[in-house]
Structures are given as structure tokens and as C-alpha cells.
């Protein structure tokens, strides 16, 4: 799929497809003001890797479209997945500095 293919979001966060399932759901208008002025999308391609384990993770994001993988490597060197997110999932975590797993685009994000 190209970039091209790939869905549109929508530009503010009042129509955001996830806008009433996301952490945003509970924003008052005031707040998703403030969201919207500071928000901004990146797009994964399938099997593309959004962060790894271990980097340093100084945002927070909700997946809007598509899937993605949580891993980790175990000592033996074998991947164990550890959860998938879906549409309206957090990435990150607020005050984590570092990502616990490796986040991969299960299909395009």
C-alpha cells in the first residue's frame, strides 16, 4: 500500500474517528483545544518499527487507523508478543522515558 492509499485522518481533533474512545474522550472543549494546537501524525508503513525497546520515548500517541505489535525479546533471543494495539490505543505512557517493548506497524498505520 502507498502513502497514497493510505486513509485520511481528520485534521482537527473534534472529527478524529477515535475522538469519543480515545484518552481524549474526556476532554472539555478547552482541552481538545489545547490537544489540537499540539498534535501532529506520523504514519508507519506494515512491518515498519515505530519505536524499540529501550529508546528513549518523549511523546505519547493514539493509534488512529491500523494495528501494531508489542514485543520483546527474550535472553534466549526469541520475540514474545505481549499485546497488539488497535484504533484508540495509547502509545507511551506520560513521565515513562523509555519504551518498555517494541512497537511494530502490524499493518499500515
Known amino acids: 500500500m502507498s502513502m497514497h492509499d493510505v486513509p485520511t485522518v481528520a485534521p482537527n481533533c473534534g ?22 494546537a499540539i498534535k501532529y501524525y506520523r504514519s508507519f508503513e506494515a512491518g515498519q518499527t515505530v519505536i524499540w525497546a529501550g529508546d528513549r520515548m518523549d511523546f505519547v500517541a493514539s493509534v488512529v487507523t491500523g494495528v501494531a505489535t508489542l514485543t520483546q525479546t527474550l535472553e534466549d533471543g526469541r520475540t514474545q508478543m505481549v499485546g497488539l494495539l488497535l484504533p484508540s490505543d495509547f502509545v507511551g505512557r506520560p513521565g515513562r522515558t523509555n519504551a518498555p517493548y517494541n512497537v511494530t506497524a502490524t499493518t499500515d498505520l
Open 15 to 36: 472529527d478524529c474517528p477515535i475522538r469519543h474512545r480515545a484518552v481524549c474522550a474526556r476532554c472539555e472543549s478547552d482541552e481538545l483545544a489545547r490537544l489540537d
